[in-house]
């Protein structure tokens, strides 16, 4: 029995020291030879049964632990992968604004939490002025270029109060939802009218623009979210009739 208590006993220190192995490894080859030593330990015939058991149930945890990481591995970047792919389905690539799609998914809610909730509601429409003339001097690549600039100046001035996209070509709006009253939305009008009319420094060139915005409210004749979109489209063309660089507010022709 001395014996045998012996053998056991340097057994289970054994089997203690290839556990502690596996826990301390520093990196996976450390890791997978001491598990190897552990299914080796599993089989040996003049192992005791008991510890024989114990060695395969911690090596079943070992197995399960490593299988249950790697699942979890492959789903975050799964899931890193798939919110990367609809943040660019979503977002221009050129000025990472929301696209045309995001925003009127984004009109449509915010226009039906308005209409519910009584609230106010502005819609700025925004066109560049003298951007043509941009790219037939400098090329598209300068073009690109001051787009991306135009993104970050009207989003910067747009602050969190508003929701900036980029419907496409020259064109930007502005989302102005929750406001107190609608000289609110004739200041952030102001401030990026007054952005724009700064110089753009651009790799081949510095280069001066302006824009006319077209600006729709909610009224209670509002038929809906886009409606709201075409009256800031007329309103931003009347803009362009009275000389460019200056904001004009749709109102109901009687």
């Known amino acids: 029995m001395g014996m045998k208590n012996e053998n056991q006993m340097t057994d289970l220190k054994e089997l203690n020291a290839i556990v502690s192995d596996i826990i301390t490894a520093d990196c996976h080859d450390t890791q997978l030879k001491a598990g190897q030593r552990l299914l080796a330990y599993t089989v040996r015939k003049d192992i005791d049964r008991e510890l024989a058991e114990l060695a395969e149930n911690i090596a079943m945890l070992m197995i399960q632990k490593e299988g249950r990481d790697l699942h979890l591995e492959f789903m975050d970047k799964n899931l ?63 073009g690109d270029e001051l787009l991306s600039q135009v993104g970050e100046r009207i989003k910067s001035e747009t602050g969190d109060a508003g929701i900036s996209a980029r419907l496409g070509g020259d064109e930007f709006v502005v989302l102005l939802p929750d406001l107190k009253e609608e000289e609110e939305a004739f200041t952030t009008a102001r401030k990026i009218l007054l952005s724009l009319k700064k110089p753009f420094d651009l790799t081949s060139a510095t280069v001066f623009i302006n824009s006319s915005i077209g600006i729709s409210f909610l009224e209670k004749t509002t038929k809906g979210p886009r409606s709201l979109l075409k ?22 022709k009687k």
């Open 80 to 142: 890193q992968k798939t919110s990367n792919q609809l943040h660019q389905a979503k977002h221009d690539p050129l000025t990472g604004l929301p696209n045309r799609g995001l925003f009127h998914e984004t009109l449509d809610a915010v226009f039906e939490k308005a209409q519910r909730k009584g609230g106010k509601l502005a819609l700025l429409l925004l066109d560049l002025d003298k951007f043509k003339p941009v790219n037939d001097t400098h090329g598209h690549d300068a």
């Open 231 to 252: 009256q800031a489209d007329l309103a931003m063309y009347e803009a362009k009739k009275a000389g460019r660089g200056r904001y004009v507010v749709h109102t109901e």
